[in-house]
């Protein structure tokens, strides 16, 4: 498969682009990779080097791609974290260009605005741009818990909460929602959930928590279930195989103590994952 990917880049480390390129590479997919910053590395070290671009530069790379008559042979549009809400009417005019070309191709978008615990971090502008106009183009949306919650505009705090959450969210557009880092009242203590809801459908997997956090990991999920969604059309499957593949790339991070998921050294936990967690009905 063809996947178009509109994401962030660091230089060192693995977020955005650099989280999500490689596992769906490693996977056997083709990814064009669009850049929608360039930073030394990721925010949370508190001091990075770079920039961010343009929505007009993300256009020129997408009418470059355009011009090598390839846009009808993507299967997907991947999309991330956006430095401001001109990038995300960028990514939107891809997607459709996109699907001018190839009605069959699918809109992921990872939906980044924040975190339990660190609220929005995103800038202003962003937040509006992803629940007034991105859900209404995307076929599946990636958020976490807290992200849910601002999308749904309600909170999600047990099984019956979350699924009224994401049935506002699917009322929004997307056929599709997979909600990650989740932990709700009925999460047992030492787990934590990933959900997905297709056309009223729901699964749920449940792996350990493990006792590292790291930069990244949302991304490579998000690519993940996408490319996997793609191949199977099957949600339930789709996140059996996301969930188990960063649970092995998370549990060899924290093995090693490394402060980056170790995209790279962990690379076999994509492809065969040490740990298989199937996903039940929900």
Not at 57 to 66: C, E, P, S, W
Not at 134 to 156: C, K, Q, R, S
Not at 226 to 232: D, M, P, Q, R, S
Request: charged fraction near 20%; charge should be negative; hydrophobic fraction near 45%.
């Amino acid at each position: 498969m063809n996947i178009l990917s509109i994401q962030s880049w660091v230089a060192y480390g693995h977020v955005g682009n650099s989280s999500a390129v490689f596992p769906m590479q490693r996977l056997g997919h083709e990814v064009w990779a669009v850049n929608t910053v360039q930073f030394s590395n990721h925010t949370g070290y508190g001091a990075w080097k770079g920039q961010v671009y343009s929505g007009n530069a993300i256009r020129d790379l997408v009418d470059g791609i355009a011009d090598r008559g390839v846009l009808g042979a993507a299967d997907g549009v991947l999309s991330g974290y956006m430095g401001d809400a001109a990038i995300g009417e960028a990514v939107l005019d891809a997607v459709a260009r996109v699907k001018a070309a190839n009605p069959e191709a699918l809109y992921c978008c990872d939906p980044v605005i924040g975190d339990i615990g660190r609220g929005v971090f995103v800038r202003p502008g962003i937040p509006e741009f992803m629940r007034d106009r991105a859900l209404g183009v995307a076929d599946i949306i990636t958020p976490n818990h807290f992200e849910l919650e601002y999308l749904a505009g309600m909170e999600a705090r047990d099984d019956a909460a979350l699924v009224r959450a994401l049935d506002a969210v699917h009322a929004l557009g997307p056929a599709v929602v997979v909600v990650t880092s989740l932990h709700t009242d009925d999460t047992p203590l030492g787990f934590l959930d990933l959900v997905v809801s297709d056309r009223g459908r729901k699964w749920r997997v449940r792996t350990p928590l493990l006792p590292v956090s790291v930069n990244g990991a949302g991304d490579a999920i998000a690519a993940l279930f996408f490319v996997h969604y793609l191949a199977t059309r099957d949600a339930g499957e789709a996140l059996s195989h996301a969930a188990s593949s960063v649970y092995g790339l998370l549990r060899r991070t924290e093995e090693a103590g490394s402060r980056e998921i170790l995209t790279v050294a962990a690379q076999d936990e994509f492809v065969n994952p040490t740990t298989v967690f199937a996903a039940e009905a929900l």
